[in-house]
């Protein structure tokens, strides 16, 4: 089984900062490409930021300048970093990844629970 596990959620204030983790577990030969969406209420799931197997990264409009996201060496853990952030950032996150769980097997799209990020004073 593959995995997706995100952490790093919670309150904070307009213009504070929170740093968003996700591992990848499990049987894992290869995670190509890896990202981050968000859900608010009464909206539909967006994404927020990718990045590829080669770095390469890709962003929302509205969070270009205030978020980061990237990999660690071993590929099996992506992060998000938001600074600036506003209240309308308020959603449920959730990690992404394309993963080859072995050699034979074709990629397949995988999705954590998501963590609670609230923006408010």
């Known amino acids: 089984q593959v995995q997706l596990a995100e952490s790093g959620g919670g309150l904070v204030q307009p213009g504070g900062s929170l740093r968003l983790s996700c591992e990848a577990s499990?049987?894992?030969?290869?995670?190509?490409?890896m990202g981050w969406y968000r859900q608010a209420p009464g909206k539909e799931r967006e994404l927020v930021a990718v990045?590829?197997?080669?770095?390469?990264?890709s962003y929302k409009d509205s969070v270009k300048g205030r978020f980061t996201i990237s990999r660690d060496g071993a590929s099996k853990r992506v992060y998000l970093q938001m600074s600036s952030l506003k209240t309308e950032d308020t959603a449920v996150y959730f990690c992404?990844?394309?993963?080859?769980?072995?050699?034979?097997?074709?990629?397949?799209?995988?999705w954590g629970h998501g963590t609670q990020v609230t923006v408010s004073s």
């Open positions: 990045i590829s197997s080669t770095g390469r990264t």
């Open positions: 499990g049987t894992i030969f290869n995670i190509n490409r």
């Open positions: 992404n990844a394309e993963v080859r769980s072995r050699s034979y097997r074709e990629y397949e799209e995988y």
